[in-house]
């Protein structure tokens, strides 16, 4: 870490000289401006003016990849915060793979659109402001869709409803639509200190954590979609069992949707109190899983692993919902609370 003298210029001004390599780097001169942000425990960030809201562009050349990797490298250059991602093929026309790729990701990210298109070059644009979000709407948003997936795979697995569990399937392209838009916002606002407060941050602390608890939401609604898989495969689209299993299946549910509510509300109000609750309710679950199996009559071995398949989705919910407990804990006691000082 480099330190710098603070010297006073006048009555009731005080300056501090620029590294002249940062400076250097940053193509500051004289007479520049620069941009200043005040964030939490004293800290003051400098930034360029080049680096705020930089409309930042990638090319990602096809020559050497296949469809798949062109699609993966256009959902990361999303993620990384690019305004506008250029596809082109230096040796002759793109492939129709390749145009295919870019049209797949383009249907998978939020705010994105061709904006030109030739045999050779294909251009798509983000249209996303992170002013028009906040990280914690839009964890909220994630674990509510999640939710509402698991709540319609359980009730279509209840009344052997195929076209519920697929409406619960559908609503997954949403889902990884949040969470992918949650990444590029968390890698923006890191890359850019001055985001932060545009996406709802006093400073980039919780970034961190925001990017597991967004993981762990989306790997929730890959469980429900898993429970409506089931459904889909199974022969009446139900399971084999008796009325009062099904019925202890969906209090199990309940109690799972609570616990991933409560955890995420606990993050983004840095409620430490709600944790503890979370923690409680965890508790009185955590056993559900093998009491329901172990009141099961005998059945077959098809019949009872479809069951056991739901109890496993669900319980893994429930572990992903603690580990966002654990995040929000952190983040709650790293402010001053009726629990906590902090000097």
Request: a negative charge; charged letters at 30%.
């Amino acid at each position: 870490m480099e330190t710098r003298k603070v010297q006073r210029l006048g009555p009731s001004t005080l300056a501090m000289t620029l590294p002249a390599e940062w400076a250097s780097e940053h193509g500051v001169e004289k007479g520049d401006e620069v941009s200043l942000r005040m964030g939490g425990k004293g800290t003051l960030t400098v930034m360029p003016e080049s680096a705020n809201f930089e409309e930042t562009e990638a090319t990602i050349r096809t020559d050497n990849l296949d469809a798949d990797a062109v699609e993966r490298a256009i959902v990361a250059q999303y993620v990384l915060g690019r305004r506008v991602i250029r596809i082109e093929c230096t040796d002759g026309a793109l492939e129709s793979a390749h145009i295919n790729a870019v049209y797949r990701a383009e249907t998978q990210l939020m705010g994105l659109g061709v904006i030109e298109e030739t045999p050779e070059s294909i251009s798509i644009r983000c249209s996303v402001d992170p002013e028009d979000f906040t990280l914690d709407n839009l964890l909220e948003r994630l674990e509510r869709t999640g939710r509402t997936m698991r709540g319609e795979a359980i009730k279509a697995l209840a009344h052997g409803n195929p076209d519920l569990a697929q409406r619960a399937l559908n609503r997954e392209r949403q889902a990884n639509k949040i969470f992918v838009l949650l990444l590029r916002l968390i890698f923006t606002a890191y890359q850019n200190p001055t985001l932060a407060r545009a996406v709802g941050l006093e400073s980039g602390f919780p970034l961190i954590g925001y990017r597991s608890i967004a993981k762990n939401l989306e790997l929730t609604a890959d469980n429900a979609e898993d429970i409506a898989d089931i459904v889909m495969e199974a022969e009446g689209h139900t399971l084999n069992v008796e009325k009062s299993v099904m019925r202890e299946i969906r209090e199990l549910t309940e109690a799972v949707d609570e616990i991933t509510a409560l955890a995420v509300e606990s993050a983004v109000e840095r409620n430490y109190d709600k944790t503890i609750e979370a923690r409680k309710l965890f508790h009185d679950i955590s056993d559900r899983e093998r009491e329901i199996l172990a009141d099961l009559p005998e059945m077959q071995n098809g019949d009872l692993l479809q069951v056991r398949e739901v109890l496993v989705s669900l319980q893994q919910t429930a572990q992903y919902a603690i580990r966002n407990v654990e995040i929000a804990a952190n983040l709650a006691l790293n402010e001053e609370s009726e629990h906590t000082t902090i000097k």
